[in-house]
């Protein structure tokens, strides 16, 4: 798949999207998509730009993503909220991270355990990060590491830990935690393992553990 073409669609029946966005927004995209695509070296992965998915967009970017498989990344836009107004600046990263998204997908997956969906979810965080140059607003919500990972630790290695909770705040955890930790988790490794972003995309999510100090190791 790595020397097949990329492509972009944008699917706009419903006409939500106007003509003018719909021809800027290609070629921003298929901009974003080359250039990320080209990073990563994959190929035959179709990205599809769509105004449904209404619940994927976050709220402060009104774009979001989806990426189920090696080959297919869905990027939702709500062209009814105030904050698309720069969807120019907010595209770019979201393309990043659904794109590494799919770049490990052909190696680990994505995974079902706790610590699979910290490792991956922090893996594109941090590479959606190093793309644009800024850190991300679900990255921001690392809170107290040490204290995070002392509830995560008896769950790592887990299936039924409760994606919603860990990850949009449908519990008691605050929103985005499990992108803080992941992405706090992920930029530790690169900074002490001395691999590039691209290597550690196709690591296992045990590798992970092996650069916390010795009170946090599973």
């Not at 990263?93 to 770049?103: K, P, Q, R």
């Not at 919500?141 to 299936?159: I, K, Q, S, Y």
Request: charged content about 20%; overall charge negative.
């Amino acid at each position: 798949m790595g020397n097949r073409a990329n492509t972009v669609t944008i699917l706009n029946a419903p006409g939500r999207l106007q003509a003018t966005v719909v021809e800027e927004l290609r070629l921003v995209a298929e901009d974003c998509v080359e250039r990320v695509a080209a990073d990563l070296e994959i190929g035959g992965v179709d990205v599809v730009l769509t105004t449904e998915y209404t619940y994927v967009p976050i709220e402060e970017l009104a774009v979001g993503g989806y990426a189920p498989s090696a080959s297919l990344v869905f990027i939702a836009m709500d062209p009814e909220n105030p904050a698309f107004a720069r969807w120019r600046e907010n595209l770019p990263g979201t393309v990043a991270h659904e794109l590494n998204h799919a770049a490990r997908w052909r190696s680990a997956g994505y995974g079902s355990t706790l610590l699979q969906a910290l490792v991956s979810e922090g893996l594109a965080t941090v590479y959606e990060s190093i793309m644009t140059g800024h850190t991300p607003p679900c990255a921001e919500a690392r809170g107290d590491f040490h204290e995070v990972w002392t509830e995560a630790a008896p769950l790592l290695h887990t299936t039924g830990y409760g994606h919603a909770t860990w990850f949009f705040g449908e519990g008691h955890l605050p929103r985005w935690t499990g992108y803080g930790l992941g992405y706090e988790l992920v930029s530790r490794h690169l900074a002490a393992g001395g691999v590039s972003i691209q290597e550690a995309t196709k690591l296992p999510a045990r590798d992970f553990l092996q650069y916390l100090p010795e009170a946090l190791s599973a």
